[in-house]
């Protein structure tokens, strides 16, 4: 009988997620299962923009209607991620700024600068000055508002996205 009570290993959210039940003898409990954590599905957005080319390419590879389309699908996804989520979700915030900066590209990436002269002479790349101060500022809201998800649900974020991320080394 000493050996039914001894320590065993420590019991993980996720392995508690999964227990659905507890029966005895006379009774028991049954639960449903309550799906995937909130940082599971943070984590499976984050690698969704991990295989976001608009999020890291160089500006000279950019095409317009790539770089159009490819947000609009981001803000689709945000939109997809916000209804999995519970709407007190610390990960709430920060996609719902994503796909406000998505919103605000497409608005933004036709503005004039009429200070600016771009004659395009001897590049082979497509865009105004508009659409790349348009593209650099997502680019910048998507670095920092992953940088909360991934510091906040201990989520690495690896590849080309790590490169849109704020350097905190001080360099």
């Not at 999995?84 to 990436?109: C, M, N, T, Y």
Request: aromatic residues 10%; proline residues 5%.
């Amino acid at each position: 009988m000493a050996g039914w009570f001894r320590k065993t290993e420590k019991v993980t959210a996720e392995t508690a997620r999964r227990i659905t039940g507890i029966s005895i003898p006379f009774g028991g409990i049954t639960w449903a299962d309550p799906g995937p954590s909130d940082a599971q599905k943070v984590r499976e957005f984050i690698l969704f923009l991990e295989d976001r080319r608009v999020l890291y390419n160089a500006h000279d590879l950019e095409v317009v209607s790539q770089v159009e389309h490819s947000i609009h699908e981001i803000r689709e996804q945000c939109t997809k991620s916000l209804q999995a989520l519970p709407p007190k979700a610390f990960a709430v915030i920060p996609i719902r700024s994503i796909r406000e900066a998505g919103r605000r590209f497409h608005d933004d990436q036709k503005e004039e600068f009429r200070f600016f002269h771009f004659d395009g002479h001897g590049r082979s790349r497509e865009g105004s000055p508009g659409f790349f101060t348009a593209l650099g500022a997502f680019r910048a809201i998507v670095g920092l508002q992953v940088a909360q998800l991934a510091a906040h649900y201990d989520i690495d974020v690896e590849g080309d996205l790590a490169a849109v991320l704020p350097n905190l080394e001080g360099e």
